[in-house]
């Protein structure tokens, strides 16, 4: 092996800074999304006591953290930095949000991007204006997100929320999968599942195979926009957001047309098997007779058959329907 090949270093990277709020928890969510090219750069904001609400997203947006915030990642040189939090890009309305890509690119001299920014950018490119929302926050939080849609000429068709003010990040998937059911009640166009703490990368596809729409998450659409703002491509799973051919798929979005039944050729017909001589009858041989001595029965042995399973109990992989959502996982 050449070793002379590599001694200089690694190959280049394009570098994504990322300003994340104190408590997110889902970096490597992030780089799922990202090709081997791209190196994310993350820095978080300073902590202060206050579990999820509009006062936390008002906080952790606030121009001089974001100033700060950008600072730090200047040092490494990003080629782009994006917020990576939902509450914290649209308390602010879409006013405040678009004031806050004018602060970061300001302070670090490269391109910015919101996580609610990146929002808007993907319903456009995927044509959508009537969305169904899912978040984990309580209600107030989640009638922001609503109010700047609407700001942004975006019709909410259906949402369903969790109420959670913390642990956000351990919510699992089947939660997301019952709140995406509840959601989707309306014609929309797509369904966004808010909040960039919230697990979402190994929902989607199933999503959109099951709801046969083109689905949306925080983390998914901040990655995709920052990549996009310096000609690189995310990477994933079947999502309509990242390949346009997906967005006319199964995931996608039309039922597929029922299979052409063909007829089957007939059976070729055969001669006719001769008959053969039934052999003589044998006598049948009686049983030996039972041992003298008698076997005790083992404790525990289950004679009756196979246990029965408890009717509350579901089978492996299977949701019962009206399955009750978490109010705090953790």
Known sequence: MDVSSFLGGPRPQC???VVAPFDFALDRELWRWVPDEVSLHLTRTPFVPVEVSLDLARLVSERETLRHAVQALSAVEPDVVAYACTSGSFVGGVAGERAMCAAMTHEG???AVTTSGALLDALREIDARRIAVVTPYTRSVTDSLEEYLAGAGITVTGRAYLGLTRHIWKVAYRDVVDMARQAVVGAADALFISCTNLPTYDVIPQLEAELRMPV???????VWAALRLIGAQAVGPYQALLDPVARSGPAGMASAPPA???PLPAAPSLPPVPSVPS???VPAVPPPPPEATSIP??????LAGPAAVPDDEPAEGFDP???ALSEDPG
């Open 109 to 111: 001299a490269v391109p």
């Open 279 to 281: 052999a003589p009858a």
């Open 297 to 302: 029965p083992v404790a525990g042995a289950a």
């Open 15 to 17: 570098g994504v800074g």
């Open 321 to 323: 329907p009206g399955r």
């Open 216 to 222: 949306l998450s925080a983390n998914q659409v901040t």
């Open 260 to 262: 052409r039944s063909l």
